[in-house]
């Protein structure tokens, strides 16, 4: 007679780490990045949260194995948060543009086919919106209430120039110099910050 079934939550099985990443994803693309936390994700894989934090350490680094993230997006925009805003436009283009001209560009071209063509581009949205500009959002309201907006349209600006010159590659733009893509857009990246806006 085989003796009594095990109940409670399922041991580091080879495969649990994919179901914990796959939970992940899931659960950042319907909730975002704030509401989703490291209890819900493993509930939803079916394992103890010390699993998910044995495997990925903290919910940011759950976040960034979820979406396959070749570098952490705060070591890049987090030294930005020194900079002055009204002196942020040209320096964050200049920032995107260093990082997507690096050997990076080869795995973040492959991480926008992924997106673009997977069924759901949420996680995108939120790495962008939750991580990448939610410093901007903060500092860049005002007048109180069009932070959001003016991130989202940073956010618009500089995913464009990423699609066109490194995916798309739209010529003259893919082989601009860097200091020429920071002279033409930095400028309007400055004005969605800084400048007049309409709510």
Partial sequence: MSGPRRSGRRPGEPDTKGQILASARTLFARDGLDRTSIRAVAADAGVDPALVHHYFGTKHKLFLAAIELPIDPLDVVGPLREVPLDELGPILVRTVVGVWDSELQESGIALLRTVISGPDPTLIRTMVLEVVLADITERA???????????????????????????????????????????????????????????
Avoid at 142 to 163: C, D, E, F, H, Y
Avoid at 177 to 195: E, F, H, K, S
């Fill in 141 to 199: 309201d005002n007048p109180a209430g069009t932070g959001k907006l003016r991130a989202n349209l940073v956010g618009s600006a500089v995913l464009g120039m990423i699609m066109t010159r490194y995916l798309l590659r739209f010529e003259p733009l893919a082989s601009l110099p860097a200091d020429d893509v920071v002279a033409n857009l930095g400028p309007t990246i400055q004005r969605y910050l800084t400048g007049p806006i309409s709510p």
